[in-house]
């Protein structure tokens, strides 16, 4: 067990280096570096102009090189610039003093600062993930009880009219991704067009104070996507359990069918669901980014497409690094639940 | 001209019976829904003459009744389609309009359904998909916009108006708003489904767009299928180091989230290094690689006819890859400007490369698993046993045992790639953004949204239909594949 959880921490480890190299690498491109030079400069700025200004800024070192700074792994540098001025990466790009540190990057905890939001990226993305956090958090309060109840409900008469119309639901959640079902919730429920004007079509009032009326629709939306791949993937491991030879000598004692569902049946059949729950996190983080464009909501997705989409390269990479530690810390956590809750494999 | 109402002359009659028919409907499958909680499991009994008894108690006849009442909802809806081709123009409301504008979908349908249904004995899988219900509301729904985009693109149907034309005081119009005087004889009154933020006929931009997501998704499905095969069959055959090296990699693209993916592949400052350009390169010669070792691995003892077939094959394809990849405009220029006839528009050149990107790892990921179970079958060992290949044992004996489920990925997965792309529009990535596509209309409409909802909305019910369309589609081929 120890053993399996280091090896998948190496394998987690050596992913997350690869992903941030080429993250690092496609947002350090000379075209991007360019139009930050001319961004932060001046626009008029001729072709030499922005040579110098990225030399004298440490951008135009080799990609390893500033990979490794970046990361924290080599000295972060110093360089004496074309215009007399010597600017340090450590020390905010003016020059060093006597308790400037030789190493700053990701792994000291210098994430860098935001050129759009004039901020220090690690406090942007920790108030913005918190925001989302509070999302997520009834996100899922509303998708895994409701898909596997779904799922359950429709996985213990397999073939009943029961399960062809939980099965027919839960086919169409998984077809309407949220950029439809949220236009359509919004025509619906925030516009007097139907005349059912019960929600706020803007989540931003939800920032600070959620209620059920502005953050109703953004979480059903995300949740709705999702839920109907738990419930299929949960109805595919009720019914298997169902059909188990315990199963069947529990109905021959002479159990009752809810007996046999909710103390027998039940507790094996979450196993899977469990694991899938678990890689469904990466794609609700791109429900999140839709969904918070859409609903205006200011979290972690919103502000990766503001990163994204105004050239704000440290941001963007303080982003990227945080989704992909998500995705691959969940990977972990389902990878490890897996054994764990499985009693043949913890075992043995 | 008159604005036209949503019904028309239906209002006060087929319409008032059509909703109250499915809330009959709907009450009644809630009902048996509950009622199935509590009833008695079914036991099939059979009947003197073999058939199978039908469901005794009141909840068999509730099963009956509904069942009659859904072939009324039918009947209802046929009758409308029907009535209103009769009716002038006008008369019928939108809703009529909307219907005849359809026409020759309408007909295409009946036709492929009357001759698939009378001769689906003799169909194979396609056959049996007409034994299902679901299966057949999904490859309705599938056909209807394939018959769309070929009417529309093709031959310039269905539409009313240009997708682009802008005709100044119908900006943000209601659904039928009629188009102000003074226009040539034979332009159509009405903007069908009202007007955008530009005045462009919503009606017309839906189903122009159809054809866009028509030929970007199952083309761009294709080419996932084929990389993800190409390189997903030798992993799980061989196995070992290559097996890990090419996993790792796939997790590598599985990890990373799409969207920020998207944002980086797809920035104009990332277009004009020529990285989408390189990726295309990398990606469109796996066609050329699949077919070229099938072919080789097949004949290649019959070195006459192996020649020519790589030919046949390999020359178009290899010509139709030099013109599509080399392109003037990019860094990657390896074709002489003047042979290269194919010029495909960077934008949709790099939506669809990020989206066969995007999809082929999981195409490989099922390739793999498909084929380290298939490789341990008797018929495998015979194949090795005779002496032949590695690669004809993968292409002619692993591949097409692994169809069934590959077939159904493939139609969930053209509707993932629909949903794919209508992301990339929803963030304005990629496509221009006066293009008709489905995602950009949405991404046009959203930013109004709260002041005119009826120009997103088309779009989105469209998106939503095609892809519900591939996934009952996909379902009902799933069920009866498994049950030979």
């Not at chain 1, 007097?192 to 979480?219: H, I, R």
């Not at chain 2, 020529?274 to 050329?288: D, E, K, Q, R």
């Not at chain 2, 070229?292 to 020359?315: E, H």
């Not at chain 2, 008797?378 to 692994?402: K, S």
Request: with cysteine.
């Amino acid at each position: 067990m120890g053993l399996f959880i280091l090896r998948r921490l190496g394998v987690m480890i050596l992913t997350a280096l690869c992903l941030t190299f080429i993250v690092f690498w496609l947002t350090n491109l000379f075209p991007n570096l360019e139009k930050l030079a001319k961004t932060q400069g001046n626009f008029r700025m001729s072709d030499e102009a922005v040579a110098t200004y990225l030399g004298n800024r440490g951008y135009t070192q080799p990609l390893p090189v500033k990979y490794g700074q970046w990361l924290g792994v080599l000295p972060g540098y110093v360089i004496e610039g074309t215009d007399g001025e010597t600017r340090a990466r450590c020390a905010a790009a003016s020059s060093p003093t006597e308790d400037t540190p030789t190493f700053c990057g990701v792994l000291q905890g210098e994430w860098g600062q935001s050129t759009v939001f004039k901020d220090s990226v690690s406090k942007i993305v920790g108030t913005r993930l918190a925001l989302t956090g509070k999302l997520m958090f009834w996100v899922m309060m509303v998708m895994v009880p409701g898909a596997l109840i779904i799922g359950v409900l429709a996985g213990m008469r397999e073939g009943s009219r029961t399960d062809r119309s939980l099965s027919t639901v839960s086919i169409i959640s998984t077809a309407t991704p949220e950029y439809v079902s949220g236009v359509i919730f919004i025509a619906v429920f925030a516009t007097p067009l139907f005349g059912m004007q019960w929600f706020k079509g803007t989540a931003t009032s939800a920032m600070d104070g959620a209620n059920f009326e502005n953050f109703f629709l953004p979480v059903i939306t995300i949740a709705l996507y999702g839920m109907g791949y738990i419930a299929r993937m949960t109805r595919a491991s009720m019914t298997e359990v169902m059909t188990a030879q315990y199963i069947r000598t529990a109905r021959l004692k002479g159990v009752s069918f809810p007996n046999i569902v909710m103390k027998h049946a039940l507790r094996n059949a979450l196993i899977a669901p469990f694991t899938v729950i678990m890689l469904q996190f990466p794609w609700l983080l791109n429900g999140v980014v839709i969904v918070e464009t859409l609903f205006n909501y200011k979290g972690f997705g919103w502000t990766l497409v503001q990163a994204a989409s105004n050239n704000d390269i440290e941001l963007l990479l303080g982003v990227s690094v945080v989704s992909v530690f998500v995705v691959l810390f969940t990977q972990l956590i389902s990878d490890i639940g897996y054994v764990f809750l499985n009693p043949r494999i913890r075992i043995s | 001209m008159e604005p036209l109402s949503w019904t028309g002359s239906f209002g006060s009659t087929l319409i008032p019976a059509l909703t109250i028919a499915v809330f009959v409907f709907l009450a009644g499958v809630v009902v048996q829904t509950i009622m199935s909680f509590f009833a008695p499991e079914v036991k099939l009994q059979a009947n003197a003459d073999g058939t199978i008894k039908s469901r005794g108690g009141l909840l068999g006849r509730l099963e009956k009744l509904n069942l009659q009442i859904f072939m009324l909802i039918v009947f209802i809806i046929a009758a409308i389609i029907v009535v209103s081709w009769f009716m002038p123009y006008g008369k019928a409301g939108i809703l009529g309009e909307v219907i005849k504008r359809f026409l020759p979908v309408w007909l295409s349908l009946i036709v492929t359904f009357a001759v698939s249904i009378t001769f689906k004995r003799k169909l194979g899988l396609y056959g049996k998909l007409f034994d299902s219900m679901i299966g057949m509301i999904g490859f309705g729904l599938v056909m209807f916009w394939v018959f769309t985009s070929i009417y529309v693109g093709l031959f310039d149907m269905i539409a009313t108006h240009d997708p682009l034309q802008q005709i100044s005081g119908i900006k943000n119009k209601t659904p039928g708003f009629p188009v102000p005087e003074g226009q040539d004889e034979g332009f159509f009154p009405h903007y069908l489904l009202g007007g955008d933020n530009l005045a462009r006929d919503i009606f017309s931009r839906m189903v122009h767009g159809s054809v866009i997501v028509m030929v970007i998704a199952p083309l761009a499905t294709v080419f996932a299928f084929m990389v993800g095969i190409t390189l997903g069959l030798p992993a799980g055959y061989y196995g070992g180091k290559l097996d890990t090296l090419l996993s790792f990699l796939a997790n590598l693209i599985l990890a990373f989230p799409v969207i920020l993916l998207f944002y980086l592949l797809v920035t104009p400052e990332i277009v004009a290094t020529g990285l989408p350009n390189y990726m295309a390169a990398f990606l469109f010669i796996f066609p050329l690689v699949f077919f070229g070792v099938m072919i080789n691995s097949r004949f290649k003892t019959q070195p006459s006819k192996n020649t020519l077939l790589l030919a046949v094959v390999l020359i178009p394809l290899g010509l139709l890859y030099l013109n599509v990849v080399s392109d003037a405009d990019s860094p990657l220029q390896i074709w002489p400007a003047a042979l290269d006839f194919i010029n495909i528009p960077s934008g949709i050149l790099v939506v669809f490369v990020s989206v066969v990107f995007v999809n082929s790892p999981t195409v490989f990921r099922i390739v793999r698993g498909l084929a380290l179970d298939i490789k341990t079958r008797d018929y495998v060992a015979a194949a090795q046993t005779r002496g032949e290949g590695p690669w004809y044992i993968m292409l002619w004996e692993i591949l097409p045992n692994a169809r069934g489920p590959l077939i159904v990925d493939f139609c969930l997965r053209i509707g993932y790639t629909t949903i794919l792309l209508g992301t990339l529009g929803f963030f304005g990535l990629g496509l221009p953004p006066e293009s008709p596509d489905w995602g950009s209309t949405i991404n046009e409409g959203r930013k109004l949204l709260l002041i005119f909802a009826h120009p997103a909305l088309p779009p989105a019910i469209a998106l939503l239909s095609l892809v519900l369309g591939l996934n009952l589609l996909a379902d009902g081929l799933r069920e009866e594949s498994l049950k030979d």
